[in-house]
């Protein structure tokens, strides 16, 4: 059974960071697809960060240079290391499987001061 389970949001101050895992099971996230989502109060889902099935990885162009998206083969984790957050990076963070179309449940980033 798939699953996916999102955790490290919370709040933070302008210009600080922080790192949201996505801990996946039924599948090796190594060898696929993974996209993190975000969706701002309001606003439509958008994707932040892609990382391909070879390795690639592909950003939004309002949070290049400040996140990194990246995985762990030993715990079957995927990682977004989010740094220099600005009020408008807040939203609900949801990692996503493109194979099988897999969501997890998100995990809420709030960047205030």
């Known amino acids: 059974q798939v699953r996916l389970v999102e955790t490290g949001g919370g709040l933070a101050q302008p210009g600080g960071s922080l790192r949201l895992s996505c801990a996946a099971s039924?599948?090796?996230?190594?060898?696929?697809?993974m996209i993190w989502y975000r969706q701002a109060p309001g606003k439509a889902r958008e994707p932040v960060a892609t990382v391909m099935y070879n390795g690639r990885t592909i950003y939004a162009d309002s949070v290049k240079d400040r996140f990194t998206i990246s995985r762990d083969n030993a715990t079957n984790t995927m990682y977004l290391q989010m740094h220099s957050l600005r009020p408008d990076d807040t939203a609900f963070y949801y990692c996503?499987?493109?194979?099988?179309?897999?969501w997890g449940q998100g995990t809420q980033v709030t960047v205030s001061s």
């Open positions: 996503y499987r493109v194979v099988g179309g897999h």
């Open positions: 039924g599948f090796t996230v190594s060898t696929e697809t």
